[in-house]
């Protein structure tokens, strides 16, 4: 079965700094999709980034990108330069083909990072 | 652009008590939809998903029930609430290939006393 961990229940970083949340992953799948997500105190999930698994650079969005080791099966999300609107819970999820092509999200359990001024 | 609402955007029912959720897209058409909750501190949990009118999937057995009566609107209910049915309840709808990535609602918070 897809399976989807994140092992930091709580980060912190310091304004400006740079910031790394794993993720890792197990899938039989040789097609599969990565995504991050983000969801603030409001409780909306915003996406963030994407990386498919042929895709052979690793993502990148403005000031996230997706260190993305296909063998060690694991897809982290680096944040650069981080702001203090960045504190928020963050879930790594893939796309699960399932059957009837629906496309289901696993996610994992989320990592909330705090940015200290 | 497409935008997907959702409401009531927070409720506070008695156990027994009736459910009535409803998410609506717009801006396209035929969209898969799909109903998540999100118990406090932990991640998402796929309940129910629909590729058209009238056709539900369901992920997980429970106390819930889904419907689909136009192409854009998907609504979660409940005959009878349970205290465990308390939580926060996404709507989303899925991108087309090759992303596939999904948009989620603003959400309902629900409390079940």
């Known amino acids: 079965a897809q399976k989807i961990t994140q092992t930091q229940p709580g980060m912190f970083v310091q304004e400006k700094e740079a910031v790394t949340l794993d993720c890792t992953y197990d899938?039989?799948?040789?097609?599969?999709?990565l995504f991050w997500y983000k969801q603030p105190s409001s409780g909306e999930m915003i996406f963030l980034i994407y990386?498919?698994?042929?895709?052979?650079q690793n993502a990148t969005e403005g000031r996230y990108s997706l260190n993305f080791q296909k063998a060690r099966k694991s897809a982290n999300l680096v944040i650069s330069a981080s702001q203090l609107g960045d504190s928020a819970m963050y879930f790594c999820?893939?796309?699960?083909?399932?059957?009837?092509?629906?496309?289901?999200?696993?996610f994992g359990a989320g990592t909330r990072l705090a940015v200290h001024p | 652009s497409q935008t997907i609402h959702q409401w009531p955007a927070t409720l506070v029912q008695p156990v027994g008590s009736p459910l009535s959720l409803e998410c609506t897209v717009e801006?396209?058409?035929?969209?898969?939809l799909y109903w998540y909750r999100q118990a406090a501190g932990r991640g998402l949990q796929l309940l129910f998903y629909?590729?058209?009118?009238?056709?539900i999937s369901s992920e997980v057995p429970q106390n819930l029930s889904a419907s689909r009566p136009q192409d854009r609107q998907f609504i979660l209910s409940s005959k009878k609430l349970l205290l465990s049915d308390s939580g926060f309840y996404l709507c989303?709808?899925?991108?087309?290939?090759?992303?596939?990535?999904?948009?989620f609602g603003p959400g309902t918070r629900l409390t079940v006393l």
């Open positions: 989303a709808w899925r991108d087309r290939h090759p992303l596939e990535r999904q948009y």
């Open positions: 899938t039989s799948d040789q097609s599969y999709g």
């Open positions: 990386q498919g698994s042929y895709d052979e």
């Open positions: 999820a893939m796309r699960d083909s399932g059957t009837g092509g629906y496309n289901k999200l696993i």
């Open positions: 801006g396209t058409s035929n969209p898969n």
């Open positions: 629909s590729v058209g009118i009238g056709q």
